[in-house]
């Protein structure tokens, strides 16, 4: 075991992605560190779960740059735990993503690499063959400076973020001439794994998001339990002191300096700094008020938050198919644009099998915390209803009724096994309003940093760089950075 300690305590609230990388960085930088966990274990977002003989993804479907050199293989090669990933292949000319037009029955394959996504594209819509050469030129310049300058020069990425150059992603359709509707939809299917729409977010921040899925994209096998288990073995190996069903509830300052943290259940970790990875809300209930400037507190309590999912898990009635992912939208709709004007049934849905033999399928609908009683879940405080589970199955139900036909080729009939609505989000995430995604980084908005002005203190998290897999980990790394240069300046 590697003997930790010194260069001073650290405290990293949230056991999730980003707080195992930055607590795994830290240890290694010589610090003796204190990673504390809300839920009875760690990862909870992304482990994963066994129900009725299958094994279920919850947030680890799939990743980009996971190939080869790609940034996210490299960044795990750097947490020295990418031995114990393994990339599940992909069969010359494969891909993971396919698109179905639910109105007029067409699809499309997202291919691995830019030029045979441009090829495919231009095939499908020739009259728009320029405007997708310089629209995926565009994203993948951006794309290249993530991907060339990370994780040693990060802060040209955050001048970028805040340049608000190109506008909005629906501003670079305008800007490049991509008109055409099923175009759009399928320039915007990935929206869906950031939680964030065309005319909302910045064309940057979708190119360093998404970018790396065209690159490439890859499964793990054993998904996100894998990745959790490495992860715990080298927090382990790095002498990380791990404590999990405890919430922290007050960062305690001496000075305007962070000096511990106090935990719900009346327990003191002493601490010289402290990275929170939760939600940037929490920060505002474990902290006096005058620890931030007023301005600072009023922008992390109107940051809009991603919305929640009713997600079904169910069972395949063929056997032995091929894994991947099925995204249902619709060609004239825009694509993930506008969803909550329509149905469930109608919204873009995301089919995911992960690689593994036990593996289920899991079905994910964007769903808004305010549609709860709509759908008879909630009572007027949202609290679950006394025939919740009854209701619950039966919009399931009702809605892997819609899916099926899309599906029924690659998976044969779907019979429900469970579902999560944002009420499941909302309890098993520590995430207000069950927001899958954590806060929307919106155009406008100006970035959350990982330095604060309180000392010891910074951030993490999906709010910090982006979404997803790779944002955790990339936001774990810079706050490790800004913590271990603020120690080495003490």
């Known amino acids: 075991m590697h003997e930790s300690g010194g260069r001073g305590k650290s405290v990293v ?52 740059s996971i190939e080869g050199c790609g940034l996210l293989q490299r ?49 499908q819509f020739p009259e728009h063959s320029d405007g997708i050469a310089s629209y995926l030129a565009a994203m993948r310049r951006v794309w290249r400076l993530m991907d060339d300058s990370f994780p040693e020069r990060s802060e040209a990425l955050a001048e970028l973020l805040m340049s608000g150059e190109g506008g909005t992603q629906a501003d ?31 064309f940057v921040f979708h190119s360093l998001v998404i970018g790396s899925y065209y690159e490439s994209m890859g499964m793990v ?13 080298a927090l382990c190996e790095a002498g990380v002191v791990v404590v999990t069903g405890e919430e922290a509830s007050t960062i305690t300052l001496d000075g305007g300096r962070v000096a511990g943290i106090e935990l719900a259940t009346g327990g003191v970790l002493p601490a010289d700094t402290c990275v929170c990875s939760s939600h940037p809300s929490h920060l505002l209930r474990m902290l006096p008020e005058r620890a931030f400037r007023p301005v600072y507190r009023s922008r992390i309590a109107e940051f809009a938050d991603t919305p929640s999912a009713l997600v079904l898990f169910a069972r395949a009635e063929k056997t032995g198919v091929a894994p991947g992912n099925r995204i249902l939208l619709d060609s004239s709709s825009g694509g993930a644009e506008n969803w909550r004007s329509r149905e469930l049934a109608d919204r873009p849905h995301f089919v995911s099998v992960a690689s593994d033999d036990d593996a289920g399928v899991s079905v994910i609908c964007p769903m808004g915390w305010e549609e709860l009683r709509k759908h008879g879940l909630c009572d007027a405080e949202h609290e679950r209803v006394e025939d919740y589970r009854a209701r619950k199955k039966a919009l399931g139900d009702a809605l892997l009724e819609s899916v099926c036909p899309h ?84």
Not at 107 to 120: I, K
């Open 407 to 490: 599906v029924e080729e690659w998976l044969g009939r779907l019979e429900l096994i469970d579902a999560a609505t944002p009420i499941t989000f909302s309890d098993q995430l520590n995430a207000p309003h069950g927001a899958l995604y954590g806060i929307k980084h919106l155009a406008l908005d100006m970035p959350l940093l990982p330095r604060t002005r309180v000392g010891g203190l910074f951030l993490a998290g999906q709010a910090i760089v982006a979404p997803g897999i790779m944002g955790a980990i990339c936001s774990g790394f810079t706050a490790a950075s800004a913590a271990t240069d603020e120690v080495a300046r003490k």
């Open 13 to 64: 609230i949230g056991g999730g992605i980003a707080g195992m990388t930055c607590a795994l960085l830290l240890a290694r930088q010589g610090m003796q560190v204190t990673l504390v966990e809300r839920s009875r274990q760690l990862g909870p977002t992304v482990r994963g779960f066994s129900r009725g003989g299958l094994y279920f993804e919850s947030g680890f479907h799939y990743a980009g």
């Open 172 to 202: 670079a359709f305008v800007s490049h001439g991509l008109s055409d509707p099923a175009l759009q939809s399928l320039l915007s299917a990935h929206n869906l794994l950031y939680g964030t729409m065309p005319s909302e977010t910045s």
């Open 75 to 123: 960044l795990l090669d750097r947490l020295g735990i990418s031995d114990d990933i393994e990339v599940a292949s992909l069969p010359d000319g494969g891909c993971l993503d396919q698109v179905c037009f639910r109105d007029d029955g067409r699809g499309f394959c997202f291919p691995q690499g830019w030029e045979a996504l441009e090829g495919n594209l231009s095939a």
């Open 221 to 233: 096998r054993g998904g996100g339990r894998a990745l959790v288990l490495a992860f715990e073995n």
